[in-house]
């Protein structure tokens, strides 16, 4: 069974730092892993999707990279803003019980101005 | 363009009352995907519709069931509540069964509390 998990389970960073959030899983039968952000009570906003044949993906100020072999990914965040203050969650997509994401627990992110 | 929505966004319950969560799809999207977001702890999967037919099921018990209509928006009921399904409840469409290199896009959710 697919298990994922993101390290920490929690953060707190000053504005301008440069930062990594992790996560790992233990299949690496997937078809592409999926990068989150979720702000308090709304729903999931997709920010970087990396195929199971890709290395890394970037999108602005956001880096994100797969080392499927050994069932790892990490999210780098530059630069900081408190705007970034969020849960980050990282999902690795399978075919098991259905077509389905995965999804870790999430990293709770507090960027202080 | 409308992006999924979900209604209500919130409900309360009592305990063995049944519940009706809605959800509309992104349009020209024909699969919807359901999840439940206990607090604190990543979303699992409930089910999986394309073209009106499940396609996936998650360990969920047979209180949890789903339909979708011809238009692709998609019903979850649960019936006898537990205190335990208190959560949000989310919903995700695609274009494809299985859209590989596509993003999902989700909702906001339903909150639903059981009291």
């Known amino acids: 069974k697919q298990e994922v998990t993101q390290i920490p389970a929690a953060l707190s960073v000053p504005e301008g730092e440069n930062l990594v959030l992790n996560c790992s899983f233990t299949?690496?039968?997937?078809?592409?892993l999926q990068w989150f952000r979720q702000d308090p009570g709304k729903g999931l906003t997709s920010l970087l999707l990396?195929?199971?044949?890709?290395r890394e993906q970037t999108s602005g100020r956001l880096n994100a990279s797969l080392d499927k072999s050994s069932g790892r990914s990490t999210l780098y965040i530059a630069a900081s803003q408190p705007g970034d203050s969020a849960t980050y969650l990282c999902?690795?997509?399978?075919?098991?019980?259905?077509?389905?994401?995965?999804f870790g627990g999430g990293t709770r992110l507090m960027v202080k101005p | 363009d409308a992006g999924v929505t979900q209604s209500p966004t919130h409900l309360i319950k009592t305990r063995g009352q049944h519940v009706t969560l809605r959800c509309s799809p992104i349009?020209?999207?024909?699969?919807v995907s359901w999840y439940q977001q206990v607090l604190g702890q990543g979303p699992q999967f409930i089910f999986q519709?394309?073209?009106?037919?499940?396609?996936g099921r998650g360990n969920f018990p047979d209180r949890f069931s789903a339909r979708q209509f011809p238009n692709y928006s998609s019903e979850l009921n649960v019936n006898a509540l537990l205190l335990g399904d208190s959560a949000l409840y989310l919903c995700?469409?695609?274009?494809?069964?299985?859209?590989?290199?596509?993003?999902?896009?989700f909702g906001d959710g339903t909150r639903l509390s059981i009291l």
């Open positions: 995700a469409s695609s274009f494809t069964l299985k859209p590989y290199n596509q993003p999902q896009h």
């Open positions: 299949d690496s039968a997937i078809y592409n």
């Open positions: 990396i195929q199971s044949s890709q």
């Open positions: 999902a690795v997509y399978i075919v098991d019980a259905g077509n389905m994401l995965t």
């Open positions: 349009s020209g999207h024909k699969s």
């Open positions: 519709y394309y073209e009106k037919e499940e396609r």
